[in-house]
């Protein structure tokens, strides 16, 4: 997916002014246009934000390289270097600080994959790598160096997971992860969900996505064509960090993933210096529950290289769930949990 496109804006243009830009050959897919229009470069980013160059670091971004799409850059603050969205996706300096620290795969993704591309962690539920590609890079992901050129991908590539678990009358829910699913067209994820949808024993389907978050345009008909039609259950794990994520154009692809019947769920992550605190966690959660979607959990980080500098202590977590859980009905309170390699669910922080 990250495949060099052509950059269409010029530095030091507006963001407002580029995403006309992008938008005005009126594409097949606006969504697919969002993404080819997305920034990859940390220096670009700077400069559209007006910030100084030295905020950045190359040698973080040849570890993992800057994606963001145009329509997040819209909602950062610009001028301001502690922007809580730019923070999330700016490959900076302290990435290098603490590289012997941390693991490549901090959550054992490796140890669980029954074939390549599906992974079963937990009871009933089988995880499919769907795709490597992502609409966004963000710097904390315990994934980055997932060895994502290793997952099949596309319809003829997820056949082997699809034949796994037919055969397995154990999976109940078939979790579609990635990266993210919905890089995927809506063509092959209406094969894939219908192909699931037609093994008896599969109840429920997940889909596990920051899209929405990022270019909420994804949520588009032929989306919601598949969403619906679907017999099992059908639920979308969102992923907001920070209420400044949200703005109209999100509440309108929420409601309109529920207008389709899916259930709404959202994970968060504990950030150092990005939602570590009561009151951004209060106005995230307050902010999610107005749009009907449920905070599920909030992850403490995974410890991954190149993520250290985001960590958050347990006891400074519980302070801030135990704000949460005064301020807020119990649906609106998320599980504060880590994940631990080789236990069998995710492990609540009490
Ligand atoms: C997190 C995760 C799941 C889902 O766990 P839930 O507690 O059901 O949300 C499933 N499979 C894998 C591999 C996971 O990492
Ligand atoms: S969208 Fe998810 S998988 Fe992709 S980089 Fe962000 S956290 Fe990682």
């Not at 154990?170 to 699913?181: M, Q, Y």
């Not at 008896?200 to 032929?222: G, L, Y």
């Not at 979308?236 to 509440?251: C, G, P, Q, T």
């Not at 990005?274 to 410890?303: A, F, G, R, W």
Request: hydrophobic residues 40%.
């Amino acid at each position: 997916m990250n495949n060099g496109l052509p950059i269409l804006a010029a530095q030091g243009e507006s963001v407002e002014a580029t995403l006309a830009a992008s938008n005005r050959d009126d594409p097949p897919s606006a969504w697919s246009q969002s993404l080819k229009a997305a920034i990859r470069s940390g220096h670009r980013l700077l400069s559209l934000l007006s910030l100084p160059h030295e905020l950045y670091c190359p040698e973080s971004e040849a570890d993992f390289p800057v994606l963001v799409p145009l329509e997040y850059v819209r909602r950062m603050q610009p001028g301001s270097p502690d922007d809580p969205l730019l923070l999330q996706v700016l490959a900076g300096r302290q990435e290098q600080l603490q590289l012997t620290q941390g693991a490549l795969d901090p959550v054992g993704d490796g140890a669980s994959e029954v074939i390549p591309g599906l992974l079963q962690k937990y009871s009933h539920r089988a995880l499919l790598i769907t795709t490597g590609a992502c609409a966004v890079h963000c710097r904390y992901c315990f994934r980055r160096h997932f060895p994502y050129h290793e997952a099949p991908t596309g319809p003829a590539g997820w056949q082997p997971a699809l034949e796994a678990i037919r055969a397995d009358r154990s999976l109940e829910e078939v979790i579609l992860s990635g990266g993210d699913p919905l890089s995927v067209r809506d063509s092959s994820l209406d094969i894939l969900t219908k192909s699931l949808d037609a093994i008896p024993h599969v109840k429920r389907i997940r889909v596990h996505t920051r899209f929405p978050v990022m270019i909420p345009e994804r949520i588009c008909d032929s989306l919601l064509h598949w969403v619906s039609h679907l017999r099992s259950a059908v639920f979308f794990v969102l992923h907001f960090n920070h209420a400044a994520e949200i703005d109209d154009s999100v509440r309108q692809a929420m409601r309109r993933l529920r207008s389709a019947g899916a259930t709404l769920l959202n994970q968060a992550v504990l950030l150092r210096g990005i939602n570590d605190s009561l009151t951004s966690q209060l106005e995230l959660c307050k902010s999610l529950i107005d749009m009907q979607v449920l905070p599920y959990y909030l992850h403490q980080l995974d410890p991954v290289q190149g993520g250290m500098h985001f960590g958050v202590s347990d006891t400074k977590g519980l302070q801030i769930l135990a704000g949460l859980k005064r301020e807020l009905p119990g649906y609106g309170v998320p599980k504060l949990v880590r994940e631990i390699a080789s236990r069998p669910h995710k492990v609540d922080i009490c």
